[in-house]
């Protein structure tokens, strides 16, 4: 049977890499922009908090089961930020290259540049559902101060995986989508709602 799903979020990369992992599964996944759902306002400092925030509000809006995800990378050496922040880190309007210009500047002056990219999603059945599922993955790496490949979106040049000697962005999209937080975090939860 297939499922239609909103997707809660407004990012093109993300909604290609749902796109990939889910068409698989019998998911009829639609953007949100396709109900014109404006974007949630993201006011919490947890990742849990603003992917449900973001679920519920589309949800509400388009009266279907949702999915959120919210996500972003931690840089140890920077107490976690930009974290829950990444989206906007230098600030409005949203600009990867200009987060990513602010991210290698702040980072100039630390030895230590492990790094590891998070991601929560939340699936709800309806706009009040009393049982949000949640699930959440992990992605360490490094970041480096020179952009390298073409793939993914966002911080993705600049996020080194050290055992594989490339940076994200010189993954292909099904390499990426096996190893990364979105990726996992998704097998997590479509575990769970099995
Ligand atoms: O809230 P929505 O509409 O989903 O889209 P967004 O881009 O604002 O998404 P978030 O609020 O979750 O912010 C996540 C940011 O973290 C970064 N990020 C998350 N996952 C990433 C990935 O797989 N590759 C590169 N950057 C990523 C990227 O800068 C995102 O904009
Ligand atoms: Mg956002």
Redesign the pocket.
Known sequence: MTQTLILA???A??LREFAELLSPLGFDLKPQRDFDVP?AE?PHATFVE?ALT?ARHAARLTGLPALA?????CVNALGGAPGVY??RYAGEP?S?AR?NAKLIQDLKAHADKSAY?Y?VLVYVRHADDPQPVIADGRWDGEIVDAPRGQG?????PF?LLPELGRT?AELDAEEKNRR???GQALRQLVEKLR
């Open positions: 979020s407004n990012n990369g993300k974007e993201e603003n973001k995800d919210d996500s972003g990378v990444s989206a949203k990867d987060n990219y991601c993914g979106f966002g911080y993705d996020f994200v990364s937080h979105r």
